[in-house]
């Protein structure tokens, strides 16, 4: 068939609809940030387990504009953590559970933010040891209707790497 002979079809719906996609065909999408930092892989691995640790680098004022209200942690497999964050001045719970703890290896965990309580990502964290160094791999999930911030997901996760990078040095 050649293009001419779909002429009952209006061009720009042609070329929309291969190119656009509606809401409901976004699909899940991962994303993968690395860092090496210079730490052996306990102590990388154990900020991602202790309250006080976790506020110093996932969130606070050297991440975004925001402030800890209160952070807990039930470190175990199957175990939740509640995070309670002022974010510009809303108010945000994230929430999950620990579904993989291999320590000081693999941590995975499911992770829920309030201002979308029926979307639920998953955070790989896979720590390498080199050395005195962890090469730490973070693979996020995102589902499909929170695909959209794949980019503003991975600027705030490198962030987060960055910070502690910095903390373990």
């Not at 860092?35 to 640790?53: C, E, N, R, S």
């Not at 680098?57 to 975004?64: H, L, R, S």
Request: aromatic share 8%; proline share 4%; charged share 30%.
């Amino acid at each position: 068939m050649r293009s001419d002979q779909l002429t009952f079809f209006d061009k720009n719906d042609r070329e929309r609809s291969l190119f656009e996609q509606p809401a409901s065909q976004l699909k899940a999408t991962t994303i993968t940030v690395t860092k090496t930092i210079i730490a052996p892989a306990q102590q990388v691995f154990d900020q991602w387990l202790i309250p006080v640790f976790i506020g110093e680098w996932m969130f606070g004022p050297k991440i975004q504009q925001e402030k800890v209200i209160h952070l807990e942690n039930e470190v175990r497999k199957g175990g939740g953590f509640k995070f309670r964050i002022n974010r510009k001045g809303l108010d945000l719970l994230i929430s999950g559970e620990l579904l993989e703890l291999e320590i000081p290896k693999r941590l995975t965990m499911s992770w829920r933010e309030s201002t979308h309580p029926d979307e639920q990502s998953q955070i790989i964290a896979q720590f390498d040891s080199l050395a005195e160094k962890t090469k730490l791999k973070v693979s996020i999930r995102l589902p499909a209707k929170l695909s959209n911030q794949k980019e503003s997901t991975k600027k705030l996760w490198t962030a987060r790497l960055k910070v502690l990078a910095e903390k373990c040095n």
